[in-house]
């Protein structure tokens, strides 16, 4: 499986070390930056380009997911949403690492590198990793008209208020 990584300055440490671990299970780990701390970097570009590579993986038959860090997540889970096919979900314990993969299928989590010492957030994403999808009817449901609403700004047979 193929892991896209990306962060800001706050989750460099971070990413560093999770990378390293994620090579030790195995996985192949595709670092979308940043190289180095900037204090002033812009994490948007780092985070939609970890979910364009995971959005393409999908699209070309490879399994992958996504790991973006910031200081609190918020941003970067913002940012990875922004592509189409993303489900990001941010995670901040045990139970909505898990409840990322079995319920909504996300294939990207944003973790909040100020919130979290390093185990904690190497246990969350061994978890959403290890997590499979449940498959169950309702949810796969639910995750097309996420899905359908992306595309084309409806959902059907459903009322969506205007902007």
């Not at 030790?24 to 985070?47: M, T």
């Not at 990875?80 to 909504?104: F, Y």
């Amino acid at each position: 499986m193929r892991i896209h990584v990306a962060t800001d300055h706050a989750g460099l440490e971070f990413s560093q070390q999770l990378q390293q671990h994620l090579r030790d299970r195995g996985f192949e780990v595709i670092d979308h930056g940043p190289e180095q701390y900037d204090a002033l970097d812009d994490y948007p570009s780092f985070c939609i380009n970890a979910a364009v590579g995971v959005a393409r993986d999908e699209r070309d038959g490879v399994e992958a997911l996504g790991v973006v860090f910031g200081g609190s997540g918020n941003g970067e889970q913002m940012a990875a949403n922004k592509v189409e096919g993303i489900r990001a979900a941010l995670v901040w314990n045990e139970s909505t690492a898990q409840l990322a993969r079995e319920h909504n299928n996300a294939n990207v989590i944003s973790i909040g590198a100020r919130q979290h010492e390093v185990a904690d957030a190497i246990r969350f994403i061994d978890l959403f990793i290890d997590t499979p999808f449940t498959g169950d009817e309702r949810h796969v449901r639910r995750i097309g008209q996420l899905g359908e609403y992306e595309r084309t700004g409806e959902i059907a047979g459903k009322q969506v208020d205007e902007l």
